[in-house]
Each structure stands twice: as structure tokens, then as C-alpha cells.
């Protein structure tokens, strides 16, 4: 056989494999939807693919994390009052809903989005169905992006560990299934971000403005589309400020500012209620937040220091980050969930230092232990969540593994939350 037709007969077969894999995936995902994202993984660690194969497996991840959201019950949590919301606006009649939208309203994508939604399908469950698989696929293809910008060819070495990360370190799945507004605005940020560092500014423009629709975490976000213009040592010196204004209020100074100027009224109004500390809220100095900060900024300087370049636009972003944290250190409710919000870059500092783990030991060894206090951290939180006696706990399933791993698609659907 001449050497030049093997690569077509391999091309072939890779291609026949991923369409059989695809048509086993969709059955799969009928019968026992958790065995058919078992499956992905293990697909996504077995081998490489094509950019667009990536795509449609990494669907299939998205579509079962949003129909176990989907499931989710809560008596005390932030997703009762998101379906109440609905449930109470639906009541009203058109020309009443659309005043209150107009006057008392902030969010006004996610709300309409919302009613619509459930007009459309008579179900409240869909809100979280729909709004946790745009958070875990908007991600995904952010992370594509990421690796375009980096150079780096996504082969079953990188994507498989990162994908497994994103799932079990990263992401709080406990928290983003209940503070779904702020999580998919932070995944559409990254996703806008990504698309910014790989030249497609217009995307990355409007996805910005979408997310501000969703929720207005990503005002605090936006200073990392400058972070590759900022030189190395400005950067530091920033960092190094910001620890010392740790006591500075940021959103207090910004809704002084806003009133005194007499501009932007929506965003002032914001300010105004998110520059004092709630009585509810955890607190900034609590023993997990504390950690997560330092896990996350220890992390950061060592990327800093061994692999930022120059025009390192990545690892300077993860830098910046640490500011904006800090700046908001005197609010604990901004502070709080914007930590549990940092799985963008959590996935940048992977992507960091698995660049460059073979060249140092060091690197592997941070890279190992990263991952590790991370996930130690999202099953913490998780357990919390979880756990029966918690005040503030959630359900999946029923918090059954048996169901979860055996329950087919039509039985998830049937399962109720309210």
C-alpha cells in the first residue's frame, strides 16, 4: 500500500469512529443520560479531535450538567426565589409586567428570558435548564478559544484534563445552579474575553453587552480585556497597592462618584445597593473565603513569575484578578461571590501551567497541587450544600446516586422541583 494513502485511511477510520460515537452518545443520553456524559469524558481522555468534533462532544457534557440542574429542589435557596419571581410575574397582566420590567427591573434579558420561557413550555424547571447549559458551553467554547490564542492543538492531553477539572475543581456546580445570573454572565465574559484575544472583537463586544443583560458582575470583570497592555511592573505595583486598599470601598466611591456626575442612573442604583455589606452575606475574612484566596493568588504569582511573558495577555489577566478581588474586599457580598465565580481563571492558570510542565518539575508540582486544593474546596462547599441538616441546602434527584446514574432522560424530565 503507497505510504501517502494511510493517512486517508486513518483520517477514515477516526472519522467513522467519532460518528459512531456521536449516534452512541445520542442513545445513551435517552437511557441513562449519566452514562452517556461518562462516556464524553472518556472520549475527551481517549483520544484527540477536530475542533468542531470537540464541539458536539462537549454538548453533550453541557446537556446533562443543565438537565441535573434541571432537577434541582430548594425550600431556602436563591433558585426558590428565582421560580417564585416567574411564577408571580406571570400572574400579572401584560401591561403590568412590562412597567414593573421597565421601573424595577435590572436585569432585564434574564427576566424576559425567563417569563418567556416558561410561557413557552408551562415549566419553571426550564429557566435552569437553559441557563446552566449556556453557562457550561459557553465556557467550553471559551476554552477552545484560550487554546487558539495559546497555540496550543487540543489533543485528549490538555482537554481531557481540563475538561475534568472545569467539572469536578472548578466550577461549583452547587453555586452556579443557584446563582445562575452571576455565573452565566461570568462564562458569557469569558467567552466575550476569549474571543477579544483571538481577534474577534465584534462577538466579543456584543456577547459583553449580552452579559450586562444577565447580570452586572461583569463590570468588575471588565478590566482584564486591558489586562495585555499593562506592563509587568505597573502590574505588580498594582497588586501590591491593592492589598494596601484592602478597607477602599469601590462600589461606594463609584455610586459617589455617578450621583455627583449626575450619569448612568442604572449603574449608579447598582452601586447604591451593593456598596454596604449585608447581614445575610458570608463574610470576606470567613476561613473558606480566605483560603480560596490565597489558593487562587499564591497560584497566580508563582504563573507570574516562571511563565508570563512579555505580551502575556493570560497571565496578566489572572494578575489583575487579584486586584479586583481585593478591591472589593470591603463588601463582602461582591467579594464572596465573585470567589465563587473564578473557575475562568482557575481554567487560564491551568492552561499556564500545563504549558510549560515538562520543561519545569515545579511547575507540575504546583499544577497538581492547584487542582487538588481546588477540588478539596468544591467538595466542601458541595457538601455544605448537600448535606440533609444544611440550612441552605439543595437537592438533585433527590440526592440520590442511584437515580442520578440510572434514571433515563424522560425521568429526569419528570422529576419536580416545586
Known amino acids: 500500500m503507497p505510504a501517502y494513502v494511510l493517512p486517508h485511511i486513518n ?8 460518528y459512531k460515537a456521536v449516534l452512541w452518545l445520542s442513545v445513551l443520553f435517552i437511557l441513562t443520560p449519566f452514562w452517556s ?20 462532544l462537549l454538548f453533550f457534557v453541557a446537556l446533562f450538567l443543565a438537565l441535573l440542574a434541571y432537577t ?20 400579572m397582566s401584560l401591561q403590568r409586567y412590562i412597567v414593573f420590567m421597565l421601573s424595577g427591573s435590572k436585569y432585564i434579558l434574564s427576566d424576559w428570558t425567563n417569563l418567556f420561557l416558561y410561557k413557552l413550555t408551562g415549566n419553571v424547571q426550564v429557566v435552569s435548564f437553559f441557563w446552566i447549559f449556556l453557562l457550561y458551553y459557553s465556557f467550553f467554547m471559551g ?28 466550577i461549583l456546580f452547587t453555586q452556579v445552579t443557584e446563582l445562575m445570573k452571576q455565573g452565566v454572565a461570568t462564562a458569557l465574559i469569558f467567552y466575550s474575553y476569549s474571543c477579544f484575544l483571538v481577534g474577534r472583537q465584534w462577538r466579543a463586544l456584543l456577547v459583553a453587552v449580552l452579559s450586562l443583560g444577565i447580570h452586572f458582575s461583569p463590570l468588575f470583570l471588565c478590566p482584564i480585556f486591558l489586562a495585555g497592555k499593562i506592563g509587568r511592573r505597573t502590574l505588580v505595583l498594582l497588586v501590591i497597592a491593592s492589598f494596601a486598599c484592602r478597607g477602599f470601598n469601590l462600589m461606594s466611591t463609584v ?15 447598582l452601586a447604591e445597593q451593593y456598596e454596604e455589606n449585608l447581614d445575610h452575606f458570608f463574610s470576606s475574612s470567613a476561613t473558606f473565603f480566605t483560603l480560596t484566596f490565597w489558593v487562587y493568588t499564591l497560584t497566580t504569582l508563582f504563573v507570574f513569575a516562571t511563565t508570563c ?22 463588601v463582602s457580598h461582591n467579594f464572596t461571590r465573585l470567589l465563587n465565580n473564578m473557575f475562568p481563571f482557575y481554567c487560564m492558570l491551568f492552561i499556564e501551567l500545563w ?27 458541595a457538601y455544605e450544600r448537600l448535606a440533609p441538616d444544611s440550612s441552605y441546602g439543595t437537592q438533585y434527584m433527590n440526592n440520590s446516586i442511584p437515580k442520578i446514574m440510572f434514571s433515563s432522560a424522560p425521568t429526569y424530565w419528570k422529576e419536580q422541583s416545586t
Open 37 to 56: 456524559f461518562a462516556l464524553t469524558l472518556f472520549l475527551l481522555c481517549y483520544r484527540s479531535w477536530k475542533v468542531q468534533e470537540y464541539k458536539v
Open 72 to 91: 434541582q429542589f430548594t425550600e431556602t435557596g436563591d433558585l426558590s426565589r428565582v421560580y417564585k419571581k416567574i411564577l408571580t410575574s406571570d400572574a
Open 255 to 269: 455610586a459617589n462618584v455617578l450621583s455627583d456626575l449626575g450619569i448612568f442612573p442604572i449603574i449608579n442604583k
Open 143 to 170: 476554552i477552545l478559544h484560550i487554546l487558539e490564542y495559546k497555540g496550543i492543538e487540543p489533543s485528549w492531553k490538555i482537554m481531557g484534563g481540563l475538561i475534568s477539572a472545569s467539572l469536578f475543581c472548578f
Open 355 to 381: 504549558r510549560f510542565r515538562r520543561n519545569l518539575l515545579l511547575n507540575r508540582v504546583v499544577l497538581t497541587g492547584f487542582v487538588a486544593a481546588t477540588l478539596i474546596i468544591n467538595l466542601r462547599i
Open 11 to 18: 483520517e477514515l477510520n477516526r472519522r467513522r469512529m467519532y
Open 309 to 330: 511573558s512579555r505580551h502575556d495577555a493570560l497571565a496578566k489577566a489572572t494578575m489583575l484578578m487579584i486586584v479586583i478581588l481585593n478591591l472589593n474586599y470591603s
